[in-house]
């Protein structure tokens, strides 16, 4: 079986901010707001995906991101369900829209060595000043808030944090500090182990998606990402001519054509 994990927010929605064109389908509703959006070639050819997984059960579609359970049901892509889904940074598995608790527990394992520090980010976020947002402990998992001078306030927290068992990050004005063994890599070996896969494809567009793009049999990075970091030959970029969505997905499917 082929295992694609992809990303959702920039690799297969895009928010109201990012100009996708005209031709595009409404995916998230949030407080009465569109809020992303997915191009009709991109709806197009995630349904070509989705009807192969149903018809040839070669081929199994796992979306893998760092959004909450709550954020994900958000998402309407209009294919129908998944029977798999990843959130929370891989550390949540839910099955059928239900937690495997299971895979939950063995997540709180994972990241024992990393709860010192995260308590203690969560007692540095909560006196910062620049913090412009609640604090959330996410699923007791990974900490998360937004900030001003993002920037600045992830360097303060590098050098007060253990950056050995945990990262530091922010994206735009969004900062994080997640264990190291709390990463989308690492959900893709245990779900490699988990659903026991022959094939796995990654694709994604950020910071969190590099270990999965690596750990991953082929990985698709966006464009954009594949100019900031430098990959192993196993992770390819599409055209740039087209939204990254709509590439990224005509790649899966010739991939997955030929692996069959």
């Known amino acids: 079986m082929i295992v694609f994990h992809t990303d959702l927010d920039n690799t297969l929605i895009y928010s109201y901010k990012h100009d996708i064109g005209s031709q595009k389908c409404c995916v998230e509703i949030y407080r009465e707001r569109e809020i992303s959006f997915i191009t009709q070639e991109t709806y197009r050819l995630l349904e070509k995906l989705m009807k192969q997984e149903k018809c040839a059960n070669q081929l199994l579609v796992v979306p893998t991101t760092t959004r909450t359970i709550e954020q994900y049901q958000r998402i309407n892509l209009g294919v129908g369900a998944f029977s798999y889904v990843l959130v929370c940074n891989g550390g949540v598995l ?10 939950y527990q063995d997540s709180l394992k994972r990241i024992r060595n990393s709860i010192e520090e995260l308590h203690k980010a969560l007692e540095l976020l909560n006196r910062d000043m620049r913090r412009i947002f609640e604090l959330r402990f996410i699923k ?33 004005t969004k900062v994080y500090v997640i264990p ?61 001519e087209k939204v990254y969505a709509e590439a990224m997905l005509e790649t899966v499917l010739a991939l997955a054509k030929r692996y069959n």
């Open 94 to 103: 839910l099955v059928d829209g239900k937690e495997d608790e299971k895979w």
């Open 140 to 172: 007791s998992l990974f900490v998360f808030t937004k900030c001003e001078q993002p920037e600045a306030v992830v360097e303060d927290l590098k050098g007060l944090l253990n950056t050995e068992v945990v990262d530091v990050f922010h994206n735009g």
């Open 180 to 240: 190291k063994t709390l990463n989308k890599g690492i959900a893709v070996d245990r779900f490699r182990d988990y659903i026991c896969s022959d094939f796995v494809i990654a694709a994604g567009d950020s910071i969190f998606d590099i270990s999965m793009l690596e750990a991953a049999d082929q990985g698709i990075a966006a464009p954009e990402l594949a100019q900031q970091y430098s990959f192993s030959q196993k992770v390819i970029y599409p055209s740039t």
